[in-house]
């Protein structure tokens, strides 16, 4: 079996202790950084840009996994890549352009350390959309809300875009990390596992209870059982 990795999203943070929460969710076993950005246009909510994820970067000692949720993010990429995003994750639904968007991540000349191309898509959309990119990929995300907010309900009827995408992966379709992302906690949590996930990505069910690394330690393992 591979690692189980869980991916804190910094949605549920406190923003005005964002440096401290990255050093309280790293010391508590996370790792990677899940970073939602969010442009008031592809999704209902304004979130953060560029500037956060530079001033995080030094910061944060585990991979920045930066979800963007904007219209035609190949205005962005370049700068996201440059801010320091180790993962950067599109919408197919965002974008006329992805192969091209997927190409200039993997093959960036903008800093030393590699940045991974992911892909992901809304709950409503066919699987299959995403089909003809796989093999451009690293990581794929499964949306088990719809985009926009913290704390929303698990979609289990998702998980099979999971079972699908282990099976498509299993027939040589690509060499991407699962990665399933919006109401994760400890109830859900195992069935993410048991369909086949390899991150889960968690907001909520992290940052909730005082802001200490040992609470969010525990937070953590409840994830990982
Ligand atoms: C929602 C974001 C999620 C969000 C998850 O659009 O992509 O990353 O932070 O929050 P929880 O874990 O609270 O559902
Ligand atoms: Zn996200």
Same mark, same amino acid.
């Given at each position: 079996?591979? /690692? ?26 996370? #790792?990677?950084? #899940? ?23 030094? @910061? ?11 219209? /035609? ?17 599109? #919408? ?8 091209? =968007?997927? *190409? ?6 903008? @800093? ?18 995403? /089909? ?28 099979e875009k999971v079972r699908t995408l282990v099976q498509w992966r299993n027939e040589g *379709? ?17 069935? =993410?596992?048991?369909?086949? =996930? ?19 330690? *525990?937070?953590?393992? @409840?994830?990982?059982?």
């Amino acid at each position: 079996m591979n /690692k189980r990795l869980i991916a804190p999203s910094i949605l549920s943070a406190d923003f005005s202790e964002l440096g401290l929460e990255i050093e309280r969710v790293t010391a508590a076993g996370g #790792h990677l950084i #899940h970073v939602d950005v969010m442009d008031g246009n592809f999704v209902p909510n304004l979130t953060l840009g560029m500037p956060i994820v530079k001033s995080i970067k030094p @910061k944060a000692k585990l991979p920045l996994d930066v979800h963007l949720m904007i219209e /035609k993010p190949e205005r962005y990429i370049e700068e996201f890549i440059k801010a320091g995003s180790d993962y950067l994750t599109l #919408h197919v639904e965002s974008t006329t352009e992805m192969e091209v =968007c997927l *190409l200039k991540i993997r093959n960036q000349k903008i @800093k030393s350390t590699p940045t991974h191309p992911g892909i992901t898509l809304r709950p409503g959309t066919d699987i299959e959309k995403i /089909k003809p990119y796989l093999h451009l990929v690293d990581l794929v995300l499964v949306m088990s809300v719809e985009p926009g907010f913290g704390g929303q309900s698990f979609r289990s009827d998702q998980l099979e875009k999971v079972r699908t995408l282990v099976q498509w992966r299993n027939e040589g *379709l690509g060499k991407f990390q699962i990665e399933i992302d919006g109401g994760v906690n400890a109830e859900t949590a195992p069935l =993410c596992w048991d369909a086949g =996930c390899d991150i889960l990505v968690a907001g909520s069910a992290v940052f909730s209870g005082v802001k200490t690394s040992e609470n969010y330690s *525990l937070n953590i393992k @409840k994830l990982l059982v």
